[in-house]
T-cell receptor, first 114, second 114 residues
Framework: GENVEQHPSTLSVQEGDSAVIKCTYS??????FPWYKQELGKGPQLIID?????GEKKDQRIAVTLNKTAKHFSLHITETQPEDSAVYFC?????????????FGTGTQLKVEL | DAGVIQSPRHEVTEMGQEVTLRCKPI?????LFWYRQTMMRGLELLIY????????DSGMPEDRFSAKMPNASFSTLKIQPSEPRDSAVYFC????????????FGSGTQLSVL
């Protein structure tokens, strides 16, 4: 089955700096890569996703890049703010042929310091 | 839209007792997922349903775990008998029709088995 690795496990940045979280996946058939943000005491919430026919996607301060050849994708947060502090999860899915199940990375605890 | 509703939010029980977790998906969503989150193993998919039918239960740890979806608006995850290693946060998530559509998570049930 699919295996998703995520780094780093913890990340501390100063407010206003950029944060980058990286993930790799094992199954070349994966074609959907969402990112979720989980705040304390809450369930994960989708913040951005990318499909295999796109190399980069941006939504305001958040961007995701995908390198299918290398089987890795990254989340970039620019101009970080204290409210960006949370746990971030990457995930990969093979789609209909693979049961359309999401496999999650182990999470990155992001702390934005004032 | 009330989102995915889970109950109870917290459950503390003794080893050997039966535990039932409940989930109400978002109206109109036809896929429902049960995940378990622990520090050691991250987010693990236990089982998912399409149109109330269990599609893949390969993530269910053992026979002590069972899940049902009697109708489109309700699902349960039961553990009988419970063990301390079952302590975790259990999330229910739902998704509308379509491939790789956004997954909506509930707030989770924090289960502690003493």
């Amino acid at each position: 089955g699919e295996n998703v690795e995520q780094h780093p496990s913890t990340l501390s940045v100063q407010e206003g700096d950029s944060a980058v979280i990286k993930c790799t996946y094992s199954d070349s058939a994966s074609n959907y890569f969402p990112w979720y943000k989980q705040e304390l005491g809450k369930g994960p919430q989708l913040i951005i996703d990318i499909r295999s026919n796109v190399g980069e996607k941006k939504d305001q301060r958040i961007a995701v890049t995908l390198n299918k050849t290398a089987k890795h994708f990254s989340l970039h947060i620019t101009e970080t703010q204290p409210e960006d502090s949370a746990v971030y999860f990457c995930a990969a899915s093979i789609g209909v042929g693979g049961g359309n199940k999401l496999t999650f990375g182990t999470g990155t605890q992001l702390k934005v310091e004032l | 839209d009330a989102g995915v509703i889970q109950s109870p939010r917290h459950e503390v029980t003794e080893m050997g007792q039966e535990v039932t977790l409940r989930c109400k998906p978002i109206s109109g969503h036809n896929s429902l997922f049960w995940y378990r989150q622990t520090m050691m193993r991250g987010l693990e998919l236990l089982i998912y349903f399409n149109n109330n039918v269990p599609i893949d239960d390969s993530g269910m740890p053992e026979d002590r775990f069972s899940a049902k979806m009697p109708n489109a608006s309700f699902s349960t995850l039961k553990i009988q008998p419970s063990e301390p290693r079952d302590s975790a946060v259990y999330f229910c998530a739902s998704r509308p029709t379509g491939v790789n559509e956004k997954l909506f998570f509930g707030s989770g049930t924090q289960l502690s088995v003493l």
